[in-house]
């Protein structure tokens, strides 16, 4: 039932065409930032050159751009979310799926899974102009790999979080503001911290796609993603049982 929801899900979300209007934005403006960021490092290669252990490519063209992606996508998931239950809601569908003999933890995740094969294609996307690097230079694939990396894991913490605000809400721009706030306010944490020991920054999922970004996959970061995207996406399932029980 999972995967039936996932593909009702991905084939929804693909039918509508403001999802095409958006992801035809996002590759523009993808595109426009990596070419802008190649023109700056050619006028800069000579002198690199010329400097021992000089940035190379990868750090300098790859890693910024995943982190304008991330960026993009921290923007772009709440309005994807905000159809997964919200609009069912206004809709009145909403009813019928949740009368229906499938266990809410089946929603939710058919849900989930449905909104991250969307959200996988648009990562692959970006990254198969970054893997345009390989044709001009050495770039450095294990950087790329835990750039990749870092963007799926913060795009699934995005997902969940606007999955749950869309399950708190009736209204879809009400639970896409919702999202959108908190994860910009998250975001906001990391960059006000004072130092890299900060709780502030240890409670950011940004602090932790720094790390990934810049090379460094280790288990606290792999183990907050899990963490917090396990606890959102049961605190989401959570709801709909409680929903379930006052409507009983």
């Known amino acids: 039932m999972i995967l039936t929801i ?9 039918a509508a065409p403001s999802t095409w209007w958006m992801l035809a934005l ?11 960021r190649m023109d700056d490092y050619l006028q800069v290669q000579a002198q690199l050159a010329q400097l021992d252990n000089a940035p190379g490519a990868t750090i300098s063209i790859a890693a910024p751009l995943c982190s304008v992606l991330a960026l993009m996508l921290m923007m772009l998931i709440p309005l994807f979310t905000m159809r997964l239950i919200a609009e069912e809601r206004r809709n009145q569908t909403w009813v019928l799926l949740l009368a229906a003999p499938v266990p809410a933890a089946h929603i939710v995740l058919g849900k989930f899974l449905g909104l991250m ?44 979080l606007g999955l749950y605000f869309s399950a ?4 879809p721009l009400v639970a896409a503001a ?28 940004n602090a932790h796609f720094q790390n990934l970004n810049m090379g460094l996959v280790n288990s606290a970061d792999l183990a907050y993603f899990a963490l917090v995207i396990a606890t959102l996406l049961w605190l989401t399932i959570r709801q709909l049982n409680d929903e379930r029980d006052r409507a009983a």
């Open 178 to 205: 919702g999202a959108l706030g908190l994860s910009f306010g998250l975001w906001l944490l990391e960059l006000g911290a004072s130092d890299n020991r900060s709780y502030l920054r240890a409670i950011s999922p």
């Open 117 to 160: 094969l969307l959200l996988v294609l648009i990562v692959m996307g970006a990254a198969a102009l970054l893997a345009t690097l390989l044709l001009g230079t050495h770039a450095d694939i294990g950087l790329m790999l835990a750039d990749i990396l870092g963007v799926l894991l913060l795009a699934a913490t995005y997902a969940a």
């Open 6 to 14: 996932a593909k009702k899900e991905f084939r929804s979300l693909f």
């Open 26 to 36: 996002l590759q523009f403006l993808f595109a426009w930032f990596y070419f802008g």
């Open 168 to 171: 708190l809400s009736k209204q």
